[in-house]
């Protein structure tokens, strides 16, 4: 099993910047890919940004340019640096890992975007 903790939610305005950071526990030798995934409300989960334990990565086009992922394959830890920040950015972020057989997710932080 994995646990994975999510940090750095909260409010900032419309051009502000957030980092989200996530820390795995457990079996982390399973994981393969971590990332992250957000879902506002009244839409599907959707995917923000993932990278692979070689460090890979695979960002949506709507965060291109505006948001990093970074991981630290030593500590366990996925962060995600938000920046240019819209308003349609707001939804809770969830954390996820992935193994061969198995994907595993936080509980989510909640970013709000909004004057």
């Known amino acids: 099993q994995v646990q994975l903790v999510e940090s750095g939610g909260g409010l900032v305005q419309p051009g502000g910047s957030l980092r989200l950071s996530c820390a795995a526990s457990g079996s982390t030798f399973r994981i393969n890919d971590m990332g992250w995934y957000r879902q506002a409300p009244g839409k599907e989960r959707e995917l923000v940004a993932t990278?692979?334990?070689?460090?890979?990565?695979v960002y949506a086009d709507s965060v291109k340019g505006r948001f990093t992922i970074s991981r630290d394959n030593a500590k366990n830890t996925v962060d995600l640096q938000m920046t240019s920040l819209k308003p349609e950015d707001t939804a809770k972020y969830y954390c996820?890992?992935?193994?061969?057989?198995?994907?595993?997710w936080g509980q989510g932080t909640q970013v709000t975007v909004s004057s």
């Open positions: 990278v692979r334990r070689i460090g890979i990565t």
């Open positions: 996820n890992a992935r193994s061969q057989l198995t994907s595993y």
